[in-house]
């Protein structure tokens, strides 16, 4: 039995040097998080930026989708949904084939989300995951999307889809899950990675076969090619009436 | 003299109750099962599909929801009108109310594409959604009307039955609002973006709700043995007349007030004239089985005295009303978007097209069985507490006119 009043000096150097060990292993992970949180691929999105598309459609043609499948296979949409009937299965972008009734006059483009300044289904999604980011683009947050699709009633574009079965073999790039509803991402992933160089898959497609008839780029950039051919040739939206000021220009309609 | 209303839990110990009950049990157990069939193996089940994304659960959820509404109308009308031959009437309302609600809600939950993700959306709330604002006009409702009830059914809290009736009376307004709104506010379809959704919805639910309420009041009156006199059940179905031709105005407004602009002829022309199974529930379900014949049968001086023929019109109204929203939700959804006025639009996704849809057995099992979870939970609540007064004889319900042409005054059951 020791006496109280003893102190136990090994004891007591055996604290003090775990105390200075530990604190010594925990120092540089503590020192290299604050410098990780510094690193500028963790900072928000600003405003700084608005993505936005321009489409010649006069490059367009009836019966290519080359978009489509450019985008079908970045994405991982079109062939997985196998249960789904023909009006249950997602898609992202199609191509619109008009015929003016009076003339005659044919156009063919491609329609995607338009990724609207002032976009209804944001206004209208209860939970929020339907939101515009602050560089413009809008998307769903698949972990509090509930599926209850008001966002596809409220889409004047008829854009989104709805993921009617279970999926198997989803890429990374773009989770989709059964229940929840999608829509084109303006390939944030692509966007996110190579910024100004970015190219989202329908038109990287598209370029790769010769029609070159995307532009993408920063509408806030009166020097990106994007600004600059929308300023020499203009630019329509779809549903101009609705005041939505979408990211999508078209040319030729 | 003034004669005291009593009020008595269902006594019966009989087969009916309890056959009824497992009736309703087993009913509301298929819709489940239907749930999750469509849950677990996801909404390729169902006849829904990227144009037609509301369906048959939709249809039904939505009419409960407009129907619960309306179903307080009766209780408002004693506490907060003051008509004290309502009185007897408000609690077997406030009790429908909640149950036809908890009915709807059901479905309506049942059906999303993750239902196990409720309680995201009663965390995450984007105040802009109609939709956010419903999930809480919703839920708020069920607990005024508990309190609503609480203060009738308590003998010491009656003297605020007004003050909480008044406040019931004014959340079931902004709830049914918010339900047409739903509508009202979509801006980009041709037959929704109409301020006129809102007070429509609110119109609709006075009668789905009276209409409810009468069939209710009747059934359990008569399968419990208690006197229903006429005096108070001719008041309500003169008052579910009344309703029933305010819809027909409603509608009628607009429709013509549509049919001025250009703009909304194409619209118009597919709802009232080609649009084949939505035309037809228009004229024939909505306007003729949900209005007009109603109308006729409940105003016929002879007809209009006969309880078969009463219960027979709040059945008519009830089904014109489904058809009514049949015809809003899903032939609102069936006519294309037009992106591109004056062209002859197609695609790969159904562009420029009337979209079809036929729904499919699991979402007629899910809503059906909504049904059964509000009518269930009424026929337990009767039982379980004094909801339904002993008697609405016409001396209870009115002792000063007690004496009619039958000469005596009917004693209490």
Request: some cysteine; proline content about 4%; aromatic content about 10%.
């Amino acid at each position: 039995m020791t006496h109280k009043s003893e102190i136990n000096s090994s004891r007591r150097q055996f604290l003090n040097g775990s105390a200075i060990a530990a604190g010594l292993a925990i120092a540089p992970g503590v020192m290299l998080h604050q410098v990780a949180q510094a690193k500028p691929a963790d900072q928000a999105v600003t405003s700084d930026k608005r993505w936005g598309m321009l489409i010649d459609t006069n490059k367009c043609s009836k019966g290519c989708d080359t978009c489509v499948r450019g985008c079908q296979t970045e994405n991982g949409w079109g062939e997985n949904e196998t249960k789904s009937g023909p009006n249950q299965v997602a898609q992202w972008i199609r191509k619109v084939e008009l015929r003016d009734t009076s003339t005659g006059f044919t156009k063919s483009l491609p329609l995607m989300c338009q990724h609207c300044e002032h976009p209804p289904c944001v206004d209208v999604c209860p939970t929020g995951a339907s939101f515009k980011r602050a560089d413009g683009i809008v998307l769903v947050d698949k972990h509090i999307c509930i599926g209850c699709r008001y966002c596809m009633m409220a889409c004047p574009y008829k854009a989104r889809s709805f993921i009617h079965e279970d999926l198997q073999d989803q890429l990374p790039v773009a989770p989709r899950g059964k229940g929840t509803v999608e829509s084109c991402t303006l390939c944030v992933h692509r966007v996110d990675k190579d910024g100004e160089n970015a190219i989202p898959a329908c038109a990287e497609a598209c370029n790769a076969e010769g029609h070159e008839a995307f532009v993408f780029g920063d509408l806030k950039n009166p020097n990106s090619r994007i600004s600059q051919e929308l300023a020499k040739h203009g630019g329509t939206q779809i549903r101009a009436d609705l005041g939505l000021n979408v990211g999508i220009r078209y040319r030729g309609i | 003299m003034k004669a005291n209303v009593h009020f008595r839990e269902v006594l019966n110990n009989g087969t009916g109750y309890y056959g009824l009950s497992a009736l309703l049990g087993a009913i509301v157990l298929i819709g489940l099962g239907a749930a999750y069939f469509m849950e677990h193996n996801g909404h390729f089940v169902t006849g829904m599909n990227n144009e037609i994304v509301w369906g048959m659960p939709h249809v039904f959820a939505v009419f409960l929801i407009v129907a619960a509404s309306g179903a307080l109308n009766v209780a408002s009308i004693g506490s907060v009108f003051g008509k004290s031959q309502y009185k007897p009437l408000a609690p077997l309302s406030g009790l429908l109310a909640i149950a036809l609600l908890a009915g709807g809600l059901a479905v309506l939950v049942l059906d999303l594409g993750h239902p196990d993700r409720l309680i995201v959306a009663m965390t995450y709330y984007n105040f802009k959604s109609i939709f956010a604002w419903n999930v809480m006009l919703y839920t708020g409702f069920m607990a005024v009307v508990v309190v609503y009830l609480w203060m009738m059914m308590e003998r010491k809290m009656n003297k605020y039955t007004k003050p909480a009736g008044f406040f019931a009376f004014i959340w079931r307004l902004a709830l049914t609002t918010g339900t047409g709104s739903i509508f009202g506010f979509i801006v980009a379809r041709e037959a929704y973006d109409a301020a006129i959704m809102a007070p429509m919805f609110v119109i609709m639910s006075f009668s789905f709700g009276l209409a409810a309420y009468i069939l209710v009041l009747m059934a359990s009156f008569e399968w419990t043995e208690r006197e229903l006199g006429d005096k108070i059940l001719y008041r309500l179905k003169n008052l579910l007349g009344i309703f029933v031709g305010a819809v027909l105005y409603f509608v009628l407004a607009y429709h013509l007030t549509n049919l001025y602009a250009a703009e909304h002829h194409s619209v118009e022309r597919f709802i009232l004239l080609d649009g084949g199974i939505y035309t037809k529930l228009f004229w024939i379900g909505q306007i003729l089985i949900g209005g007009l014949i109603p109308l006729a049968m409940l105003y016929h001086p002879t007809l209009g005295k006969s309880r078969a023929v009463i219960g027979w019109a709040c059945a008519l109204v009830i089904l014109g009303g489904m058809a009514q929203m049949y015809v809003i939700i899903i032939g609102g959804q069936a006519f294309p978007l037009v992106l591109f006025p004056g062209m002859e639009v197609s695609s790969s996704f159904a562009d420029g097209i009337v979209a079809s849809y036929t729904p499919k057995l699991p979402e007629y099992l899910l809503g059906i069985g909504g049904v059964a979870i509000a009518l269930l939970l009424v026929t337990i609540a009767v039982k379980v507490l004094r909801f339904l007064p002993e008697s609405l004889a016409d001396a209870i319900v009115d002792p000063h006119t007690a004496s009619d042409a039958k000469g005596t005054a009917k004693k209490a059951a």
